[in-house]
């Protein structure tokens, strides 16, 4: 048997800007043109950036921050370019595809950053949406092992490729 063959995958793994959307956007923007030169393609790794499909109660969320002093998720309302930018590129978030539930991605046992004082998901996988039909599972791994791992919880995918 032969296995369904996508051809070239272009995979890119970031950690954008933890300071500013405007800044994220910047390198979003720059790594997007860099995905142009492949058919399918998989971002990943720790956006900073809010979704604006996860279940926050917006007014709060953002009254927290402005009471912490923070500006990285917007000042006057909460921000979310830098998703809606994904999306409107044609990238989808797998956790979405699958409709899971929210699940955020910090904070961890192993947090020292007040920005992540409260749940959130900073953290995603995009993918072309030619690759959206093959994700069989996604996930946010809390464990354990995880929570001191890092300060922000891994998230995972699984494609199921067919046979030709």
Known sequence: YLFHSLGEVGIFVVHLNPKSEDERLSELRHLLRMTRQFKHAIIAGDFNSLSPHDPYDRKTLLAAF??????????????????????????????????????ATVPTPANTDKAHAVPLRLDYIFVSSSLAPFISNAEIVHSMRTGQASDHYPVVVDFKFGIE
Do not use: H, N, P, Y
């Open 66 to 103: 402005q009471k912490q002093g923070l500006e990285k998720f917007g000042i006057t309302a909460l921000r979310f370019d830098c998703i809606q930018l994904l999306e409107d590129e044609g990238f989808v978030d797998v956790m979405r595809v699958l409709r899971k539930l929210f699940s």
